[in-house]
């Protein structure tokens, strides 16, 4: 994956990572035009599209990988609870949830099987205080059951290319780090929609921008295709705990760092910038269970290389189902890096879009 990366990047020359590159544009260009006559569909009536008989908002993103959405969704489902009854409609990804016939409902706090609900869930499930989540791939039938169930506003998590559900509210989150997916659509690139596409949102969340010393190119390339108001956030780093969510008093160590999420090298990078040195990564795929015997192999050598913890996101913690004895067999101790999401730029355009939902949902 890392080589893929590479290529698409323009990191890796040469004539043969040329021609890749070339072959990978030609595939672009049948993506395109998939994306475009899929689009056509629903806005002809030929694929049904939902429309739910309460406020529904999407929060999702123009390019594949890790924008920060998730934590973006558990800031605003925890904002909107405080006044109206809240539902999240989630996918439930490499979970039985996600092809189960009936979603899955699960509780704030409640304790949650990854294998069944997926990473995502647990995490939303874990982060958040007032909401129900609904896992399941089918959102159309997740939606009809939170509605039945009283809910009086609808959140779809990673919902902007999910036509099958029509929505008031299209929030899209963009990553400051690399904002466009490298210019290119899937596979050149990693863009899941063109910029134009950008046009449908009603607010965009520019994030981490705290790794960027100025924004003003990204925002005036979103501006010249959407006219929705811009925010900046940034995930804030909130401290060290473990793995039952205790602080602790552990920094400017070594350490190894695990992780299977969509944006592994913020999470190094955040790790860095706040005094930790990096003696080696271990990076999954995004949303791939973690092996005990793996990360025990892992924790032994990283130990003898001078790691005096094992760091991941709280999305990896709760992949982690080791067992007491696996535990035990850890050379070093597991933590995660706690994380919050802020508003740095634009809380007052927060305030009044989170304000025009409100008076949606109650008038």
């Not at 010393?213 to 956030?233: L, M, W």
């Not at 290389?305 to 709760?318: M, N, P, R, Y």
């Amino acid at each position: 994956m890392r080589l893929f990366f590479e290529i698409i990047s323009g990191k890796k020359k040469g004539p043969l990572f040329s021609c890749i590159r070339a072959v990978l544009f030609l595939f672009s260009l049948l993506f395109s035009f998939f994306v475009f006559v899929r689009k056509k569909l629903y806005s002809f009536g030929l694929r049904k599209s939902y429309r739910p008989d309460v406020v529904t908002i999407s929060v999702g993103n123009i390019t594949t990988g890790g924008t920060g959405k998730t934590p973006f969704t558990i800031f605003l489902a925890e904002k909107l609870s405080q006044k109206v009854q809240m539902a999240v409609l989630i996918r439930g990804y490499k979970s039985r949830a996600e092809h189960s016939i009936e979603p899955i409902i699960l509780a704030s706090q409640q304790k949650c099987d990854v294998k069944e609900v997926g990473d995502e869930a647990c995490l939303i499930c874990r982060k958040s205080t007032h909401i129900n989540i609904y896992v399941n791939k089918n959102r159309a039938r997740s939606a009809q059951m939170a509605e039945r169930q009283g809910a009086e506003c609808l959140l779809l998590d990673d919902g902007m290319q999910h036509l099958a559900i029509q929505r008031d509210f299209e929030i899209v989150v963009v990553d400051a780090k690399n904002p466009f997916g490298y210019g290119y659509l899937l596979p050149r690139g990693l863009l899941r929609e063109p910029l134009s596409a950008l046009q449908r949102a009603d607010l965009i969340v520019l994030n981490r921008v705290e790794q960027l010393q100025d924004t003003s190119k990204i925002e005036n390339t979103i501006r010249s295709s959407s006219k929705a108001p811009i925010i900046k956030a940034s995930l804030a780093f909130e401290g060290i705990f473990d793995g039952h969510g205790k602080k602790q008093a552990f920094s400017n160590a070594k350490v190894a760092l695990f992780c299977g999420i969509g944006n592994p090298a913020a999470f190094q990078e955040l790790v860095r910038n706040h005094g930790f040195e990096v003696v080696e990564a271990l990076y999954l795929q995004d949303h791939e269970p973690v092996d005990a015997k793996r990360l025990i192999d892992f924790s032994q050598r990283m130990r003898q290389c001078g790691a005096q913890a094992l760091l991941c996101t709280e999305k990896d913690i709760v992949k982690v189902s080791l067992q007491d004895q696996d535990i035990e067999k850890l050379s070093l101790p597991l933590y995660f890096v706690g994380v919050q999401l802020k508003i740095v730029e634009g809380e007052e355009l927060f305030e009044k879009f989170t304000a025009e939902i409100l008076l949606s949902v109650l008038y």
